[in-house]
């Protein structure tokens, strides 16, 4: 039997255990009431036995425990379990229960239990009971003819299955949304850092020693958005920047943002990555000549600058209804105005990032250039 199998099995059993026992007399149904599911329902052989919500249910067993103080004895002749999902399962049990009254006649019974569990809250609790007398057994003079129990059985039979049923497509509809919600945070955020978030409830902020930050901005794009609608200006901006995010993935860079016209992305982490300060490059090279090509099909002409810096950068996520993954310190701010230190249809790096590719890539140095903050900045441009 699997471990979940065994986990319904246990709490089936301590709960009947502890209803057949009485040990604590009525107060016995504090210590059943923790079992029982908010939604519960019950049905039986007899019309005390049905109960359409928690408080009838609740109502019926105090009923119980007033009218039979004595404890009864369960002998299982038989036990099922059955998984229906990972959060629902259902018990079908057959077993002789025995009893004295108050005026010390002893009754034996044979019993058909039916329990319908759900896993809630990291504990499994009884969502549905259906207690009848097995047809075989019925004797003359009860209270509930042959036919009439067998009709009142199958009609309670059906009624488990609906439940069983309706648990069933509550579970997929949950499990479904649970799937969207992955999706969107794989979508929104960094695999690992997704992963992070959904089995914790919270991610870490990171330093990463060895990034590399790219920025790109459209020249004059102000000019340009104000002679052409909304629609198009969404258009053509959707359309590059869909590129862009296939290109990321294809060359493990990881996006971070877009701020208007402008697109900033990062390579070397949230896992490291050797070739960081190479990919950069090879990405802005392929997103300059898929603007070059695009220019030569389209009416719109735009021209793009592109910044590059390496060094290191924290990493979290800020917000907490709307995530967003993003990264601060001086690298960022220096690959931004390094974007906006360089010319159009260019690839601007600083010294720290030329260092790391010298020996493959071809650049030209364009000596110091002053920055925001009154700053000397080493530059080239990549070849």
């Not at 210590?31 to 019309?47: A, Q, R, V, W, Y």
Request: hydrophobic residues 35%.
């Amino acid at each position: 039997m699997k471990q979940l199998e065994q986990d319904i099995l246990k709490t089936f059993k301590t709960f009947w255990g502890t209803w057949a026992k009485r040990e604590f007399g009525k107060k016995t149904l504090d210590k059943i009431l923790p079992f029982l599911d908010e939604n519960i329902s019950s049905f039986g052989t007899g019309e005390h036995e049905f109960g359409k919500s928690f408080d009838e249910v609740k109502y019926n067993f105090e009923c119980d425990f007033s009218e039979f103080k004595n404890p009864l004895s369960i002998e299982y002749r038989y036990e099922h379990v059955r998984l229906l999902s990972d959060t629902v399962g259902q018990v079908e049990a057959e077993a002789m229960v025995e009893f004295y009254d108050d005026n010390n006649n002893h009754f034996k019974l044979f019993l058909r239990i039916t329990n319908i569990l759900v896993f809630k809250d990291q504990k499994w609790l009884i969502s549905h009971i259906h207690v009848s007398i097995p047809s075989e057994d019925q004797g003359d003079g009860e209270a509930f003819p042959l036919d009439a129990l067998q009709a009142r059985n199958n009609r309670l039979t059906a009624l488990v299955e609906q439940r069983t049923l309706e648990l069933k497509e509550q579970t997929q509809l949950l499990e479904k949304e649970k799937d969207k919600t992955e999706k969107l945070l794989f979508n929104i955020l960094p695999k690992k850092i997704a992963r992070e978030l959904l089995d914790n409830g919270y991610s870490v902020p990171v330093r990463h020693e060895n990034v590399s930050v790219i920025f790109t901005d459209f020249v004059e794009f102000t000019k340009i958005a104000s002679q052409i609608s909304p629609k198009e200006l969404v258009e053509e901006l959707n359309d590059i920047f869909f590129y862009f995010d296939n290109l990321m993935r294809e060359q493990e860079l990881e996006k971070i943002k877009t701020i208007g016209d402008s697109y900033m992305a990062v390579c070397g982490l949230p896992e490291p990555h050797n070739e960081h300060a190479f990919r950069c490059i090879v990405v802005a090279r392929k997103m300059l000549s898929f603007i070059e090509e695009r220019n030569n099909q389209r009416p719109i002409k735009w021209q793009m600058r592109i910044g590059i810096h390496s060094g290191p950068v924290v990493a979290g996520i800020v917000g907490s209804d709307k995530f967003a993954y993003d990264l601060w310190g001086s690298t960022v701010n220096l690959a931004s105005r390094l974007e906006g230190s360089g010319l159009q249809g260019k690839i601007n790096i600083s010294e720290d990032t030329y260092h790391l590719i010298k020996e493959t890539i071809p650049c030209e140095y364009r000596g110091k250039q002053l920055v925001k903050g009154d700053k000397e900045v080493g530059m080239y441009f990549v070849s």
